[in-house]
């Protein structure tokens, strides 16, 4: 078929990648606008923007896809259908109507649960066990359209944005494909979605990355995790930002405790939220409101990442260190 794709992030490149290795027809790709970034603030391009050059696939930049002008470069191109994958804009009617077989989007998660942006990184901080892919018929509404098809994924006790974004992505392709072939012989499913049974979630930012300790600790590792590798969850250790990338959770009153020499200590009774200790040679712990977060990974500001043992070998932490 032809096809007018768009996308802008990683796991929409790979999926671009999987529709070019079929051999389907993509006539464009369409892309966020490049952004600057990092510390020299260079302009860098979107995934999907270098691959499709790449392959030498022509690339449009519309500042906002309801611009009239864009939608007459839309018509002009008379794509079959329009592949949407993390694209990052709503698009109108004008061009949802357009195509012959309208607009398809591959969303990463299973709708109707986490409609909206960044459904890998909620799925892991609300503490999921299987998230998926589904691929949809786009209407006006935030992935509200009928659906065609899912695939289940488990989430792993240690999942991470990354490593799940990896697994979402190498299933987005083929799930994908089979559904574009069922459109084009006419046997496409239209599924509706039961409203009741929706939700929504909101943009990340770089902001809610600061950590709470004053949360549980779970729900805290399962922050890490899901903010891992971007935007990443953080604290500050005298003055300076302190990265988490790696955590385990120890109950206060479970049998995690036995053996590991901190059983009876005081740190346990008398530390509040957010003091840290080291009471181990391999982690970092710190006090929550529930349960101790033994941090296994970290980085401090203006070093590399590395492991807790070695962080605590170079830096000499006084006992009951405030993290805030």
């Not at 510390?39 to 499709?52: C, H, I, M, T, Y």
């Not at 509040?272 to 982690?283: F, I």
Request: hydrophobic share 40%; glycine share 8%.
């Amino acid at each position: 078929m032809n096809i007018v794709y768009m996308g802008t992030p990683e796991i929409a490149a790979v999926i671009l990648k999987a529709l070019h290795t079929a051999g389907h027809h993509i006539i464009a790709a369409v892309t966020q606008q490049d952004k600057p970034k990092g510390r020299g603030n260079q302009v860098q391009f979107s995934p999907v923007k270098e691959l499709a050059l790449s392959l030498d696939i022509p690339v449009y930049q519309p500042r906002r896809a309801r611009e009239p002008e864009f939608i007459e470069v839309l018509k002009e191109l008379n794509p079959e259908v329009i592949v949407v994958a993390a694209f990052g804009q709503i698009l109108p009617k004008g061009i949802l109507e357009l195509p012959k077989y309208g607009c398809i989007n591959v969303h990463a998660s299973l709708l109707p649960k986490y409609r909206g942006a960044a459904p890998i990184q909620w799925c892991i901080i609300e503490g999921e066990e299987k998230t998926g892919i589904t691929i949809m018929h786009m209407d006006e509404g935030v992935d509200t359209g009928d659906m065609i098809r899912k695939q289940e994924i488990t989430i792993a006790p240690k999942e991470t944005f990354g490593s799940l974004h990896d697994k979402l992505a190498e299933a987005a392709g083929p799930l994908l494909l089979q559904s574009l072939s069922d459109i084009e012989a006419g046997r496409a499913e239209r599924i509706k979605q039961k409203d009741e049974d929706s939700s929504y979630i909101k943009i990340l930012d770089k902001s809610m990355g600061h950590i709470d300790f004053n949360q549980p600790a779970r729900k805290i590792e399962r922050l890490i995790r899901g903010l891992n590798p971007w935007p990443s969850a953080y604290t500050t250790l005298e003055g300076k930002m302190l990265k988490i990338w790696d955590a385990d959770v120890i109950e206060e009153n479970g049998e995690a405790f036995s053996g590991e020499g901190i059983s009876g200590n005081p740190f346990l009774k008398d530390t509040l939220p957010g003091e840290a200790s080291a009471l181990k040679k391999d982690a970092l712990l710190i006090k929550t409101a529930e349960g101790i977060l033994a941090v296994k990974e970290l980085q401090l500001e203006g070093k590399k990442r590395m492991t807790a043992e070695n962080f605590l070998r170079g830096y000499d932490l006084k006992p009951k260190t405030l993290l805030q």
